[in-house]
Every structure is written in C-alpha cells, then in structure tokens.
Nanobody, 118 residues
Framework: QVQPVESRGGLVQAGGSLRLSCAAS????????VGWYRQAPGKQRELVAR????????IYADSVKGRFTISRDNARNTVYLQMNSLKPEDTAVYYC???????????WGQGTQVTVSS
C-alpha cells in the first residue's frame, strides 16, 4: 500500500522560509493528486495546496497564495511545498495526502510540525 512520507518540519522565524517534501513509498500505486493539509490547535484540518500528478494543475488556500508553492518531481515520486514569508498563523501540523485511483482511494502521512515564531 502506498504511503506518503513527509520530511521533518521545524521552527522558523516569521518572514522565513521552509520546504516540506512528501515522498510516496510502496509499490503498485497510482496517484491522481497530492495535497498538503494543515491543522492548528483547536482548528479543523484545512487544505493548503494541491497538485495533480498528470498536468500539474494546482490550487491554493487563499491564506497562502503568493507565499507557498507546490511542485512535483514525478521521477522521484516526490511533491514539495515551498513556504515563504511565513507567518505565526502558519503554525500547524502539516499533513501530506494522496488521492489514489484505487482502494483505499486516499492515504495520509503522519504529519510534521511547523512552528513560526513572531
């Protein structure tokens, strides 16, 4: 079964940058799209960015447009989330999500903490 493996997050000062990566491990998988979600304490999990594997179409949450960029390297089965101009409100656990073309149709990573200090 395919499983996304996220890179380690970290602590960064406001205005700084951080890049997360999500690698898909496993065999015999077909991924339609990869998304990054985040969940801050006391809040619901929200979509941050999403990219399709074929075509590379992207969508972003309004709160991160112009600051975050999602990209893919299909040869490495890896998706990146480049986060620039980070704000304290970006502090959350970030999860990688795989939209699969077969059962179980989705797969979540374990999450990685990103903390932005003011």
């Amino acid at each position: 079964q395919v499983q996304p493996v996220e890179s380690r997050g970290g602590l960064v000062q406001a205005g700084g940058s951080l890049r997360l990566s999500c690698a898909a491990s496993g065999s015999d998988f077909s991924i339609n799209a990869v998304g990054w979600y985040r969940q801050a304490p006391g809040k619901q999990r929200e979509l941050v960015a999403r990219i399709t594997v074929n075509g590379g179409g992207t969508i972003y949450a309004d709160s991160v447009k112009g600051r975050f960029t999602i990209s893919r390297d299909n040869a490495r089965n890896t998706v990146y989330l480049q986060m620039n101009s980070l704000k304290p409100e970006d502090t959350a656990v970030y999860y990688c999500y795989l939209d699969l073309s077969h059962y179980p149709y989705d797969s979540w990573g374990q999450g990685t903490q990103v903390t932005v200090s003011s």
